[in-house]
DNA sequence: GCAAATATAATAGTAATACTATCAATGTGT
DNA sequence: ACACATTGATAGTATTACTATTATATTTGC
């Protein structure tokens, strides 16, 4: 995908790091490898310990980017929803028609992630395996609420919110906005989930088919003017 | 609830645990403390060091019926699983109305949850709670394919086909009935935990919210006949 | 009622994890 | 050349997630 401005980058939170990893080659080689690592091995089996021996470098210098490897995983998950909202806004944007608008946004949250030479050091298909296998660990935690509080999770609640908005544009009698929004976002996630390992729970096989399904769902659940 | 028959036990797949809780007064107590625990201080947080204080007795002999913490949640998970689906056959059973008897079956799993005296180690509010909260750890891992092999996961498998016939007998055409099944089932545990932690992405906020938002997004879906 | 079997408790030990602290080496700007 | 920031190396700690062994209750079978 072709951006209009030479260099977008997607702003995080920065109490989720402790130095910018944006800012150094190492911040950058910790983003990229432990994207490696946690979709290679998953994030229970991922240590700082075995990313310093990978990136040839120092599981203390790790620790001057993040206090520890949740901090890492909020920080890749906001990436990449920050990323997806980018693309979201970017293709809905123009959109006149309140209908198609939806149905566009829809489409871009549930469509299987292709990657983006945009962002060299980040691999957008494995981050999106990571988000599908990882990112409910990052908010199932007792810290929820004051994590929370910290705004850690900002811009995937946006991401719900611009959903919902577009939701009331096609139907403003509809009193699940927030509701189907969240559905769809998490829904989406999960059906991927399931067609790799539990293939009889879902009916999205092809490409294309959780897009369907989510269009299908939506648009019978609203009236459209 | 009542039971029409006065021992009504859960069937655990047997390879989850080394030696069946339910057959001592040891295992019922691991069982009855480690719902309360979990709930207390969150998965994560549990140890067997810290149940067995709890329950004055040693790490070692909880050892001898779970090899560790994650099977004692597939333990618990599925004891969950099974009980709602007991309620789920028992209610639906009657029904001739296949209308009637999805939308008594979208109540069943999508109301809160109730205390059921007939088992009286098992907490099942607050085992609803950990299932809300922890259960999506049970799957988010490395050993989900081979764990899947060995039936961990039967019940719930079971339950979201039961979902799928139902769909499908309301509207035979309808093409996603197993991802619409899904859908269901984990979508209402997360609306549950929108409710708690990120309040501004549910709209279901009151008892009952849940279950009209799910019946509404079925029933706009299908056809019925 | 007693021996045998079984269940539970107590203790110790291990490798790995998730850090913290300290200090040395290297590079960078002025 | 000197200050300062960055990174690397090493060591150390508390906790976790176990395993192994032995001791002590408790149950049961005869």
Redo the contacts between chains.
């Keep these: 995908m072709e951006r209009l401005f030479g260099s977008v980058t997607i702003k995080i939170n920065d109490k989720i790091y402790v130095k910018d990893p944006q800012s150094s080659d190492l911040g950058k080689r910790i983003i990229e490898q432990s994207i490696l690592m946690i979709n290679d091995?998953?994030f229970?089996?991922f240590t700082f310990k075995k990313l310093g021996n990978q990136i040839g470098s120092n599981e203390s210098s790790i620790y001057r980017y993040f206090e520890n490897k949740h901090k890492l995983l909020l920080y890749l998950t906001s990436w990449y929803w920050g990323w997806l909202e980018y693309q979201l806004v970017f293709a809905t944007n123009s959109i006149a028609d309140s209908s198609e608008k939806l149905k566009k946004a829809i489409e871009i949250v549930t469509r299987p992630t292709v990657e983006d030479s945009a962002f060299s050091y980040i691999n957008e298909v494995l981050l999106n395996n990571i988000v599908i296998?990882?990112y409910?660990?990052s908010?199932?935690?007792?810290e929820?609420?004051s994590e929370?509080k910290e705004g850690y999770?900002v811009i995937y609640?946006r991401m719900?919110?611009r959903f919902n908005e577009m939701i009331s544009a096609v139907d403003s009698e509809y009193?699940?906005?927030?509701?189907?929004?969240?559905?769809i976002l998490?829904?989406s996630l999960?059906?991927y989930?399931?067609k790799d390992?539990?293939p009889?729970?879902?009916?999205?096989h092809e490409k294309g088919d959780a897009t369907k399904?989510f269009t299908?769902?939506v648009f019978?659940?609203l009236r459209t003017k």
């Design positions: 091995i998953g229970e089996g296998n990882e409910s660990k908010y199932l935690t007792k929820i609420d929370n999770f609640k719900i919110e009193k699940y906005p927030s509701s189907l929004a969240s559905t998490e829904g999960h059906q989930f399931l390992h539990f009889t729970l879902t009916d999205c399904y299908d769902l019978h659940t």
